[in-house]
């Protein structure tokens, strides 16, 4: 077996995650790769929601029984530790949604209905970048096309990163927003946010970053990023899915409008007219996902206990580990970044001339998950010309014998092909 500085303890911790003894195809070990779509949820985290729905289940914060109260201690109890584990000023500045694309299109549409200084109209500039999940591109061209606004993206370098060589161009007195990527999903690139930030800042433009692909693999310091708004979502970092977090400055969330209207967010209604309640709850309309959240903090505080900064060890050594072996395929290109520096545990590549969605059948039959196709970043793939890829993504589960596992398929799979 192979052994790497570095890691976890995997063989205690995958015994948490009863899905990983599962078997398919006639009894092939599984090997799950497919992290960067979703996680798999620890022993802790299912029990924390069957306990939930067993004894607390309740609608939340108006109720005066029992249960009620238990669901609200729950629910808000979730909240601090969300805001504990980003390092928030203010618990009251995380925000629940059911996932980071609604908490990015939160934002979009905060500012397409703000008043000055923050409103979004034909005569401002939002910029991206060409490496960003659908979620951070979509709701921007709705912005854009709703507005009159100027889209704008940083382009990409031929080994994967964000080309920043215009930077004053790009980011100008007339941007109102820099929304980007930390960590990109496809590509595996982690951004370099102070320069990205400090430039923003100086034409005073706000930054919104998505953490979706970084929150569960490293530290996640909110203050120290020094954004405006962050987002993430709860089912890549041993969460549920159907949760996710905005957070963002409280300043911020007092000035700016609700997207969604409806109970709670409430502060007073009449059939004239309405005034809403303080943030978080005044963008958390209607029930909110309140088993998801505890579920969420479950998560938490199983990450918590094994130690983000353990978890990033783990995980660089395991992607430097890959990122060798997988170069020592034939015919394998890596699209992205080719050294573990700067990198997240996400890789994804083409074979040849076979077809990712070949590669990505002929491994499951071996045992082996893996996503293929655009990975929601269709545009990465127009960049390098692919037509899609196949993506292998790494957790702290994860070990050096599942990578052995995916290069051995990849040899099938080219034998299969001839």
């Known amino acids: 077996m192979t052994q790497l500085p570095g890691l976890l303890d995997t063989e205690a911790l995958r015994k948490d995650f009863p899905i990983l003894d599962r078997t398919v195809h006639d009894g092939k070990k599984l090997v799950y790769l497919d992290n960067a779509a979703t996680s798999q949820k620890p022993r802790q985290v299912l029990d924390a929601l069957n306990e939930y729905y067993e004894r607390y289940n309740a609608n939340v914060h108006r109720g005066v029984h029992v249960l009620a109260e238990e669901a609200t201690a729950l629910y808000e109890g979730a909240r601090d530790k969300v805001a504990t584990f980003i390092n928030a000023p203010s618990r009251d500045e995380v925000i629940f949604t059911k996932n980071a694309s609604e908490s990015l299109n939160l934002v979009a549409n905060m500012l397409g209905w703000a008043d000055e200084p923050y409103r979004v109209d034909h005569e401002t500039e939002i910029v991206i970048t060409e490496m960003e999940h659908h979620s951070n591109i979509v709701p921007w061209q709705l912005l854009s096309q ?48 102070e320069k990205i930030v400090r430039r923003a800042q100086e034409v005073g433009a706000l930054v919104l970053i998505d953490a979706s692909q970084a929150a569960p693999h490293m530290p996640l310091d909110v203050q120290a990023l020094q954004a405006d708004f962050v987002a993430f979502t709860g089912h890549k970092m041993c969460g549920p899915t159907g949760i996710g977090v905005l957070w963002g400055r409280q300043e911020l969330l007092e000035d700016l409008p609700p997207f969604l209207g409806g109970g709670e967010m409430i502060e007073t209604v009449s059939m004239h007219s309405s005034t809403y309640a303080p943030a978080p709850h005044k963008f958390e309309a209607g029930t909110p996902p309140i088993a998801q959240a505890v579920g969420l903090g479950a998560a938490i505080d199983y990450l918590s206990a094994i130690g983000m900064d353990k978890i990033l060890a783990h995980e660089h050594a395991l992607t430097e580990y890959a990122v060798k072996r997988l170069l020592d395929v034939p015919d394998l290109r890596i699209i992205g970044p080719t050294t573990a520096e700067d990198r997240g545990a996400a890789i994804s590549f083409t074979l040849g001339d076979i077809h990712p969605h070949d590669v990505g059948q002929v491994l499951d039959e071996e045992g082996i998950a893996v996503r293929v196709g655009h990975h929601c970043a269709r545009p990465v793939c127009l ?18 014998a599942e990578i052995d596992a995916l290069v051995d ?10």
């Open 146 to 193: 709703r507005t009159g606004a100027k889209l704008k993206w940083f382009g990409l370098t031929d080994d994967g990163r964000l080309d920043l060589s215009n930077i004053d161009e790009i980011i100008t007195e007339k941007t109102k927003i820099v929304s980007f990527v930390l960590v990109s999903n496809i590509l595996g690139t982690v951004n370099p946010v």
């Open 409 to 418: 398929g990849l040899e099938h799979v080219r034998n299969f092909f001839g």
């Open 383 to 400: 960049r390098y010309g692919i037509p899609a890829t196949t993506r292998a993504s790494f957790y702290l589960y994860s070990t050096p």
